[in-house]
């Protein structure tokens, strides 16, 4: 894959199109050839893993509330389904270039930083009860990310879950199996089913 993208990029500094790639390596000044394969591979795995554990995890957890399901808000729903059950618990690795102290917690130097953003998501004291509410209208989450970390992509991603729920839920999506059956993925970082069996109609 990394030889896949470094040709890529190559190909669209050669010939630039009308794509986000083509777009990024026209900010030469801003990206180096690394980062702008860095952020290749991002998009394309964020738009990829990630999307797919969303409406995986979505499903299930809208199937598991159905009293909630008639009259909301597909939107805000989404919205709740990826605070509820986000694909990524944890952030990307950070290193802090000095000492710094959070939380009254000094982390050195060089140090590895994971921040957890399923904790940060069902934390009570921002959230109050942190079960699953479809009509939550005030959900300050950090699923994408947070002010200029957020993730590019998040718009995307959130059309695409909504277009994937609407379109099940019309069609009249249940469980082919019980919910105790269904298995995740062995993963410290990512959240996703193994398969999700359906049945339509």
């Given at each position: 894959m990394h030889r896949f993208?470094?040709?890529?990029?190559?190909?669209?500094?050669?010939?630039?199109?009308?794509?986000?790639l083509s777009g990024l390596v026209a900010l030469e000044d801003a990206l180096s050839s690394d980062e702008l394969v860095s952020m290749a591979f991002l998009a394309l795995w964020a738009g990829y893993e990630n999307l797919v554990n969303l409406?995986?995890?979505?499903?299930?957890?809208?199937?598991?509330?159905p009293?909630?399901?008639?009259?909301?808000?597909?939107?805000?729903?989404?919205?709740?389904?990826?605070?509820?059950?986000?694909?990524?618990?944890w952030a990307i690795r950070r290193f802090p270039v000095r000492d710094v102290v959070i939380g009254g917690v000094e982390i050195p130097a060089g140090d590895t930083v994971l921040?957890?953003?399923?904790?940060?998501?069902?934390?009570?004291?921002?959230?109050?009860?942190?079960?699953?509410?479809?009509?939550?209208?005030?959900?300050?989450h950090v699923s994408y990310g947070y002010g200029i970390h957020r993730s590019f992509g998040s718009r995307?991603?959130?059309?695409?879950?909504g277009v994937a729920f609407g379109g099940l839920l019309d069609r009249g999506?249940?469980?082919?199996?019980e919910m105790g059956a269904l298995r995740w993925v062995p993963s410290f970082r990512n959240r996703g089913l193994v398969e999700l069996p359906v049945i339509l109609g």
């Open positions: 993208l470094v040709e890529l990029v190559a190909a669209k500094r050669a010939e630039p199109g009308d794509d986000l409406i995986g995890n979505g499903v299930r957890a809208l199937l598991s509330v009293d909630q399901v008639a009259g909301m808000d597909l939107a805000v729903a989404v919205e709740e389904l990826t605070r509820f059950d986000q694909p990524l618990q921040l957890g953003i399923a904790a940060a998501n069902h934390d009570s004291s921002v959230f109050g009860d942190t079960g699953l509410d479809l009509r939550r209208r005030v959900n300050p995307l991603s959130q059309v695409e879950a999506v249940r469980l082919a199996v």
